[in-house]
């Protein structure tokens, strides 16, 4: 048996839903709710009586003893990197490339069938709407005892059609497309939970006037993934828009090191490369680094370029460098993926580089337990066990909040684990701070 730590009754220890009905935290003390699972309300209606994130998961034993750090406001939690896809069923822009579903590209569309049954989609019929109501979910649309319940805010990520350097749009090479338009209006209709990143590639002709457009309607975050959408940072075309990014001030999300998800119209793995970044950043533009670079090898091209060299190292070298303190960031997004896990022990314990580190889940892969392996994370020593099987729990009910738990819970062999400042609104990025003026409706 369990003593309830909210109620000190007794309770099955096991594994099960609802093993435990708990009279002071009013929900059940496992939810698919994000919000539930972060914060509960007495019936006094007093709140936070039992602030501490890991509280509605008393009744997991494994869970409820990691002795996780405390000091995380729920209502500051961001989660930089938050993928929305569609079928434009809904009038939405969005679209798939109808070459993922031939039979030329079966890999391709395997990936996208894993990726889409990822955001709970079980057919493509009202597809648009359904992955948003299933992300409005899982961050904590449900409310508790008639109160708004309390969550972060996801910054949700268009995602532009390729072009080619003349500005011609060249939708063949072009996996899938999230307008910015659409997430502009996701972001008005859900503000409490949605923040919108806009993608803007740099080689269309409009390319400037669609970034001020997106500026003025409340967008401060700027998506590429340079090596699908073909982008070189270094190309000159990006130059004049890297200045107006630094006018605006507004913040890049590139990714960095290889890619092998959005792949089916091709893609340049070098244009991935992390020492392109010096181009934006000498601009004086800040960046976040997707993924912090865990994945592939590059050229060294601050040498002579033959150097093949892990994209991670390039990452810490340009972090190293102190003229880019205050410019360069990186976010944790996938990185809990089996191709990344070896990266984890040096980026938990660098915790002189947290404060510049953002928490992203790249949704819906933290969905994907053919890309998230716990067992190797208990391999690696990095959880537990009994961690693990409690995390397995979370993972069926809410793998985006199980993304977070699992991070809250991870420890390197030398102690190190993932500050609090990781998770929570960064004040040197600016981006999460406009609240009321961003999905403003600017034409």
Not at 140 to 163: M, Q, T
Not at 249 to 258: F, K, Q, R, T, W
Not at 384 to 397: F, L, N, P, Q, W
Request: proline residues 5%.
């Amino acid at each position: 048996m369990k003593i309830c730590e909210a109620c000190g009754l007794e309770f099955s220890r096991k594994l099960t839903k609802a093993s435990h009905s708990c009279p002071v935290v009013t929900k059940p003390q496992f939810s698919d709710c994000f919000s539930c699972a972060v914060t509960q309300i007495n019936p006094s209606g007093v709140k936070d009586s039992y602030p501490h994130w890991w509280s509605a998961f008393n009744w997991l034993p494994s869970l409820n003893s990691m002795g996780l750090p405390l000091g995380i406001n729920i209502e500051e939690m961001v989660d930089h990197h938050t993928h929305i896809v569609g079928t434009g069923d809904s009038g939405s822009g969005c679209y798939l490339n109808s070459e993922i579903f031939s039979v030329k590209h079966p890999i391709s569309y395997i990936k996208m069938r894993a990726f889409m049954s990822g955001t709970g989609l079980q057919d493509f019929r009202d597809a648009d709407e359904s992955m948003v109501a299933r992300l409005v979910q899982l961050i904590g649309a449900s409310n508790l005892d008639n109160e708004k319940a309390r969550h972060g805010r996801n910054f949700i990520l268009a995602f532009d059609e390729v072009y080619e350097e003349d500005g011609r749009k060249a939708v063949e090479k072009s996996t899938f497309h999230v307008p910015n338009d659409y997430i502009l209006r996701l972001a008005r209709t859900h503000p409490d939970h949605f923040l919108p990143c806009v993608s803007v590639h740099p080689y269309r002709k409009d390319a400037i006037s669609e970034l001020r457009r997106c500026a003025r309607a409340g967008a401060r975050l700027v998506k590429w993934l340079p090596n699908s959408m073909f982008i070189d940072p270094t190309h000159e075309k990006c130059g004049p828009f890297f200045e107006a990014m630094k006018e605006l001030d507004m913040v890049l999300l590139c990714h960095v090191g290889e890619e092998h998800s959005v792949d089916a119209m091709g893609l340049d793995n070098e244009l991935g490369n992390p020492l392109r970044l010096r181009a934006p950043l000498d601009k004086g533009v800040r960046v976040i680094a997707a993924h912090c670079a865990t994945e592939g090898y590059c050229n060294d091209i601050d040498s002579d370029g033959r150097e093949r060299v892990e994209c991670f190292d390039m990452f810490l070298r340009l972090m190293d460098e102190k003229k880019y303190e205050g410019l360069l960031f990186g976010d944790i997004s996938a990185v809990l993926a089996f191709r990344r896990i070896g990266y984890l022990p040096t980026l938990l314990d660098r915790a002189d580089l947290h404060p510049r580190l953002v928490n992203g889940s790249d949704y819906p892969v933290p969905a994907l337990n053919i890309v998230v392996h716990t067992s190797k994370l208990v391999k690696a020593g990095l959880i537990t066990a009994g961690e693990r099987a409690a995390i397995d729990e979370v993972y069926k009910s809410n793998p985006l909040l199980c993304d977070f738990v699992l991070k809250r819970a991870l420890r390197s062999k030398k102690g190190g684990r993932f500050s609090d400042c990781i998770f929570t609104n960064n004040g040197a990025l600016g981006v999460a701070a406009l609240r009321s003026e961003a999905g403003v409706d600017v034409k």
